[in-house]
């Protein structure tokens, strides 16, 4: 799954920096996820570093966007692929 952040996010700007995937950005109101984007850094880390660092533990697994850590691992390749490409 992706996560995602609730609104008892503290917008403390811990979470953004340290998301491999460039997948968090400010929204209107709080920090969000992109689940496109968002592996839970599988391929990168053990475990979501995002969810590791958040002082408020308001990033949760998105039950919209169920996906399996295979899926998860093709999503990184792919994300990962993607950003190893030449623009000509």
Do not use: W
């Amino acid at each position: 799954m992706a996560l995602i952040i609730t609104d008892e996010c503290i917008n403390c700007d811990v979470c953004e920096p340290v998301c491999p995937n460039t997948a968090i950005f400010q929204g209107e109101i709080i920090y969000e996820i992109k689940s496109e984007s968002c592996t839970e850094c599988v391929g990168h880390f053990n475990e979501p570093q995002c969810v590791a660092i958040c002082p408020v533990n308001c990033i949760i697994k998105n039950p919209d966007v169920v996906e399996t850590d295979e899926e998860l691992m093709q999503k990184y390749e792919r994300l990962v692929g993607d950003k190893n490409s030449i623009i000509v």
